[in-house]
């Protein structure tokens, strides 16, 4: 062992040149897994360590349409500090400019933890009365500041102040608008809780002992169960900013999986070059008499250092992701990362990396270790073998290890345990077209023309290199594709985020006696308009199968149907925008027990079909339901859709409002929220073009994600590409050796290599077009959620330009071999 270092401590020194680009391999491989795992590390250990504030408490109680009884805010009195915050969307308005705002109203016990704070020049610690504080943004949309009056719903507030801190802001999830605040006494001013007004009353409660929040949920929530609420945890606070980020996770997951993948065929082709070179050296060796044994941990010693060197780099610049996004982009993110260094994705990261090195250098190690001494004299006799059994028993328990390691640590075990079947499957699949490939260019009948007959024997010949480059290859253009299609999809949202056929307003809290106002009010601003309204009010699923909601522990997959409270409705006749595709619909003129009609993807998810009955709590009453239709809905349309449909009657004579859509031109956005501000002032006008921005706000962050973390998987992928160059260079030398001395030219040597590298990229498009479009379509439609919609032309002119770099890298490799001298090349070969 002593005698290994030292040989192969002075041969790095001498020729360690040729493993760089295993060091730059595993270098992007490494960072990117690691970076990807820091980075949401560090925001899941944020909102874990913020939860208790976020939320507001230890425990939030939540009920739609109703505030909590006397019996029940008694019952939360007894086990802790409580606080109470009513929620609801309305219109500010500032004498002629309106806009939707997130309206909270705190009591004087919040905020039970953390501090609220406003900005210097306020005119008070907090609002008292008929006073509100509110968002910047909203000062400077409407150009108000401290000490004007703002209108909401039927009271003049005074500003006192800008919002400058909400400990539980984050917590809220989504709004529309941004937020403002007023007290209990400046909520009933305004008077916009009416019956059937859509509202949502959340009672935080800080408990003496924190550790037995479960235990009370459970029990409150049996103790009022029917009465619509629902409760979550400090731990369980940001829920949909934690499944957002839990979504995002899961691509670029894959995309860490990708790079570490590509990055294997580049360190077999970099190791597989750089051991063809030491070719003379292992046979004098072991004319020498060192064992194969001997030689082999050389070279493994050399290999480990060069990718400790790799995986370490790596592991820095992956660690450092955290800090290095919280400094570019620390504004746009939703939460701060928590800026510490996360040993579990760090520790992972490199063990993956480790054990691909050795997975894909295993196979050149074992051909170098068979060298034989007779190569000393001349090295064509070596010839090519599959790994021995014990070689491939080997690989094979690494890539179980490899395949463990990925799925135990994965978030989504499923995802990555179908994404490393897929890679082996497209590996495996790219191996054999390279093997038919040498076994067709040599049944093929022989060209006339010198260049091409050169180019199809050089895919065949012995020691050519077609499936070691049909691998890297295919797997560098499949990426390109793969990225081309998810890159112009997330481009196609952004564009159509807004249908032409949307309609411009979303009107709530609107009551049935307003229907007539609300109409006239729109005519007066656009005569041509359109109102579309519905009846609704807010209900929530608490029982299917004999199961009820509150006692599943974890909800099924894509059951976002129960996650709280719905706006449901009623209608004799199916609602526009939707299908029938189970099932039929009740007459219009029926008035007998319940029917309920689901949509089809949420059906599907909790297991339901037409003849079931579920049980949806409305207003504190549960009302149990029979399935009669599945509908599937156009939601792209952003018209005015519900995935719970009641049969008219028993369901009418609850307390309820009104939704209405409003169609009308464009250029008529403004008379129209006047007009109604001016009519209704509490009727709540929903812009659809702010909800749209918002969500291309969203649509442009996950793009440049994606963009940023493809980044490194595509500088993986052009490594991938020289080191497939460069494995073959050897032979390329003493081909371009042989010819020159045969009479050709410089010019006739890259001919042929050209229309080699054209035959592959040729053969290889057409396969890399099917199998990247099909992992872009994965993401875009089952990761994502979103329209798989690729630009085609986008998609060809990227893998028309990787076909061109792979042609520019081949002959560029090929450029020593025409310098080289011919009694060196010779005499080496």
Same mark, same amino acid.
């Given at each position: 062992?002593?005698?290994?270092?030292?040989?192969?401590?002075?041969?790095?020194? #001498?020729?360690?040149?040729?493993?760089?680009?295993?060091?730059?391999?595993?270098?992007?491989?490494?960072?990117?897994?690691?970076?990807?795992?820091?980075?949401?590390?560090?925001?899941?250990?944020?909102?874990?360590?913020?939860?208790?504030?976020?939320?507001?408490?230890?425990?939030?109680?939540?009920?739609?349409?109703?505030?909590?009884?006397?019996?029940?805010?008694?019952?939360?009195?007894?086990?802790?500090?409580?606080?109470?915050?009513?929620?609801?969307?309305?219109?500010?308005?500032?004498?002629?400019?309106?806009?939707?705002?997130?309206?909270?109203?705190?009591?004087?016990? &919040?905020?039970?933890?953390?501090?609220?704070?406003?900005?210097?020049?306020?005119?008070?610690?907090?609002?008292?009365?008929?006073?509100?504080?509110?968002?910047?943004?909203?000062?400077?949309?409407?150009?108000?500041?401290?000490?004007?009056?703002?209108?909401?719903?039927?009271?003049?507030?005074?500003?006192?102040?800008?919002?400058?801190?909400?400990?539980?802001?984050?917590?809220?999830?989504?709004?529309?608008?941004?937020?403002?605040?007023?007290?209990?006494?400046?909520?009933?001013?305004?008077?916009?809780?009416?019956?059937?007004?859509?509202?949502?009353?959340?009672?935080?409660?800080?408990?003496?002992?924190?550790?037995?929040?479960?235990?009370?949920?459970?029990?409150?929530?049996?103790?009022?169960?029917?009465?619509? &609420?629902?409760?979550?945890?400090?731990?369980?606070?940001?829920?949909?900013?934690?499944?957002?980020?839990?979504?995002?996770?899961?691509?670029?997951?894959?995309?860490?999986?990708?790079?570490?993948? =590509?990055?294997?065929?580049?360190?077999?082709?970099?190791?597989?070059?750089?051991?063809?070179?030491?070719?003379? =050296?292992?046979?004098?060796?072991?004319?020498?008499?060192?064992?194969?044994?001997?030689?082999?941990?050389?070279?493994?010693?050399?290999?480990?250092?060069?990718?400790?060197?790799?995986?370490?780099?790596?592991?820095?610049?992956?660690?450092?992701?955290? *800090?290095?996004?919280?400094?570019?982009?620390?504004?746009?993110?939703?939460?701060?990362?928590?800026?510490?260094?996360?040993?579990?994705?760090?520790?992972?990261?490199?063990?993956?990396?480790?054990?691909?090195?050795?997975?894909?250098?295993?196979?050149?190690?074992?051909?170098?270790?068979?060298?034989?001494?007779?190569?000393?004299?001349?090295?064509?006799?070596?010839?090519?073998?599959?790994?021995?059994?014990?070689?491939?028993?080997?690989?094979?328990?690494?890539?179980?290890?490899?395949?463990?390691?990925?799925?135990?640590?994965?978030?989504?075990?499923?995802?990555?345990?179908?994404?490393?079947?897929?890679?082996?499957?497209?590996?495996?699949?790219?191996?054999?077209?390279?093997?038919?490939?040498?076994?067709?260019?040599?049944?093929?009948?022989?060209? #006339?023309?010198?260049?091409?007959?050169?180019?199809?024997?050089?895919?065949?010949?012995?020691?050519?290199?077609?499936?070691?480059?049909?691998?890297?290859?295919?797997?560098?253009?499949?990426?390109?594709?793969?990225?081309?299609?998810?890159?112009?999809?997330?481009?196609?949202?952004? #564009?159509?985020?807004?249908?032409?056929?949307?309609?411009?307003?979303?009107?709530?809290?609107?009551?049935?006696?307003?229907?007539?106002?609300?109409?006239?009010?729109?005519?007066?601003?656009?005569?041509?308009?359109?109102?579309?309204?519905?009846?609704?009010?807010?209900?929530?699923?608490?029982?299917?199968?004999?199961?009820?909601?509150?006692?599943?522990?974890?909800?099924?997959?894509?059951? *976002?149907?129960?996650?709280?409270?719905?706006?449901?409705?009623?209608?004799?006749?199916?609602?526009?925008?939707?299908?029938?595709?189970?099932?039929?619909? &009740?007459?219009?003129?029926?008035?007998?027990?319940?029917?309920?009609?689901?949509?089809?993807?949420?059906?599907?998810?909790?297991?339901?079909?037409?003849?079931?009955?579920?049980?949806?709590?409305?207003?504190?009453?549960?009302?149990?339901?029979?399935?009669?239709?599945?509908?599937?809905?156009? *939601?792209?349309?952003?018209?005015?859709?519900?995935?719970?449909?009641?049969?008219?009657?028993?369901?009418?004579?609850?307390?309820?409002?009104?939704?209405?859509?409003?169609?009308?031109?464009?250029?008529?956005?403004?008379?129209?929220?006047?007009?109604?501000?001016?009519?209704?002032?509490?009727?709540?006008?929903? #812009?659809?073009?702010?909800?749209?921005?918002?969500?291309?706000?969203?649509?442009?962050?996950?793009?440049?994600?994606?963009?940023?973390?493809?980044?490194?998987?595509?500088?993986?992928?052009?490594?991938?590409?020289?080191?497939? =160059?460069?494995?073959?260079?050897?032979?390329?030398?003493?081909?371009?050796?042989?010819?020159?001395?045969?009479?050709?030219?410089?010019?006739?040597?890259?001919?042929?290599?050209?229309?080699?590298?054209?035959?592959?990229?040729?053969?290889?498009?057409?396969?890399?077009?099917?199998?990247?479009?099909?992992?872009?379509?994965?993401?875009?439609?089952?990761?994502?959620?979103?329209? &798989?919609?690729?630009?085609?032309?986008?998609?060809?002119?990227?893998?028309?330009?990787?076909?061109?770099? =792979?042609?520019?890298?081949?002959?560029?490799?090929?450029?020593?071999?025409?310098?080289?001298?011919?009694?060196?090349?010779?005499?080496?070969?």
């Amino acid at each position: 062992m002593s005698l290994a270092w030292r040989l192969a401590l002075r041969d790095l020194r #001498r020729g360690g040149r040729g493993l760089v680009l295993l060091a730059v391999c595993l270098f992007l491989g490494t960072a990117a897994l690691a970076g990807i795992g820091s980075l949401a590390a560090s925001m899941i250990a944020a909102l874990d360590g913020n939860g208790r504030q976020m939320l507001g408490g230890d425990i939030e109680f939540s009920v739609s349409q109703r505030r909590a009884t006397v019996e029940e805010l008694a019952a939360f009195g007894r086990i802790g500090r409580v606080s109470e915050v009513v929620g609801l969307r309305a219109m500010a308005d500032a004498g002629g400019a309106a806009a939707l705002v997130d309206l909270r109203s705190a009591d004087a016990a &919040w905020p039970l933890v953390g501090r609220f704070r406003l900005a210097p020049g306020a005119l008070a610690a907090r609002p008292h009365g008929r006073e509100v504080a509110i968002a910047p943004a909203l000062a400077d949309r409407l150009n108000v500041r401290p000490g004007d009056t703002l209108r909401i719903g039927s009271a003049p507030l005074r500003v006192i102040g800008l919002i400058a801190d909400e400990p539980d802001r984050l917590g809220a999830g989504f709004t529309l608008g941004p937020p403002a605040l007023v007290d209990p006494v400046g909520l009933d001013a305004t008077a916009l809780l009416q019956p059937g007004s859509l509202y949502e009353s959340h009672y935080r409660i800080a408990l003496t002992h924190p550790e037995a929040a479960a235990a009370v949920r459970d029990r409150l929530l049996r103790r009022f169960q029917g009465a619509g &609420w629902s409760a979550k945890l400090s731990d369980q606070s940001a829920g949909g900013l934690r499944r957002g980020i839990d979504q995002l996770g899961q691509f670029l997951l894959i995309v860490g999986l990708a790079a570490l993948a =590509i990055a294997g065929v580049g360190v077999g082709s970099g190791v597989a070059a750089y051991l063809a070179g030491k070719t003379q =050296i292992i046979a004098t060796l072991k004319v020498l008499g060192l064992r194969s044994q001997t030689i082999a941990t050389i070279f493994l010693i050399q290999l480990g250092l060069v990718a400790a060197i790799g995986v370490g780099g790596g592991l820095v610049a992956g660690a450092a992701v955290p *800090w290095i996004v919280t400094a570019i982009a620390g504004t746009a993110l939703p939460v701060l990362p928590r800026l510490t260094l996360y040993p579990l994705p760090l520790t992972t990261a490199a063990i993956l990396a480790l054990l691909v090195a050795l997975l894909f250098a295993l196979p050149a190690l074992a051909r170098a270790r068979a060298v034989p001494a007779a190569s000393l004299l001349r090295d064509a006799l070596v010839t090519r073998r599959l790994p021995s059994v014990r070689i491939t028993a080997i690989m094979a328990l690494l890539v179980a290890a490899l395949v463990a390691l990925a799925v135990l640590t994965a978030s989504d075990r499923l995802l990555a345990l179908g994404f490393i079947g897929a890679v082996l499957a497209v590996i495996m699949l790219l191996w054999a077209i390279g093997a038919a490939i040498r076994v067709v260019a040599a049944r093929l009948p022989r060209p #006339r023309r010198p260049l091409l007959r050169l180019a199809v024997a050089n895919l065949h010949r012995p020691g050519a290199q077609t499936d070691r480059l049909v691998v890297a290859l295919g797997l560098g253009l499949s990426l390109f594709v793969a990225l081309a299609v998810i890159d112009s999809s997330l481009a196609f949202e952004l #564009r159509n985020a807004a249908p032409a056929k949307a309609p411009r307003f979303f009107a709530i809290d609107l009551q049935p006696e307003d229907a007539t106002t609300l109409a006239r009010a729109v005519k007066s601003a656009a005569p041509d308009a359109r109102i579309e309204a519905v009846p609704s009010l807010r209900g929530s699923i608490v029982a299917f199968h004999g199961m009820r909601v509150v006692d599943m522990k974890t909800l099924p997959e894509g059951a *976002w149907v129960l996650r709280g409270d719905r706006t449901i409705t009623w209608s004799a006749t199916l609602p526009p925008r939707n299908t029938v595709v189970a099932g039929r619909w &009740w007459p219009a003129d029926y008035h007998g027990a319940p029917l309920v009609s689901i949509e089809d993807r949420a059906a599907t998810a909790l297991g339901l079909k037409v003849g079931d009955t579920i049980t949806i709590s409305i207003l504190g009453v549960d009302v149990p339901a029979r399935i009669a239709a599945l509908r599937k809905i156009d *939601w792209g349309g952003l018209g005015l859709n519900f995935a719970i449909v009641f049969s008219p009657g028993y369901i009418e004579e609850a307390p309820h409002g009104l939704l209405a859509s409003v169609y009308a031109p464009p250029a008529c956005d403004g008379a129209i929220a006047r007009r109604v501000a001016a009519a209704l002032p509490s009727v709540t006008m929903i #812009r659809v073009g702010d909800v749209i921005a918002q969500l291309g706000t969203a649509l442009a962050q996950i793009a440049l994600a994606v963009r940023v973390a493809a980044a490194v998987t595509v500088a993986a992928g052009i490594a991938v590409l020289i080191g497939a =160059i460069a494995a073959s260079g050897r032979s390329r030398r003493y081909d371009s050796v042989i010819l020159k001395l045969l009479g050709g030219s410089r010019r006739q040597v890259l001919g042929a290599q050209a229309i080699e590298y054209a035959i592959l990229s040729l053969v290889l498009a057409s396969v890399a077009l099917f199998l990247g479009s099909a992992a872009g379509w994965y993401v875009v439609t089952q990761t994502f959620g979103m329209v &798989w919609a690729p630009r085609w032309d986008t998609v060809a002119a990227t893998l028309a330009g990787a076909l061109a770099m =792979i042609l520019a890298t081949g002959l560029v490799g090929s450029l020593p071999a025409l310098r080289a001298r011919p009694s060196a090349a010779l005499r080496d070969g």
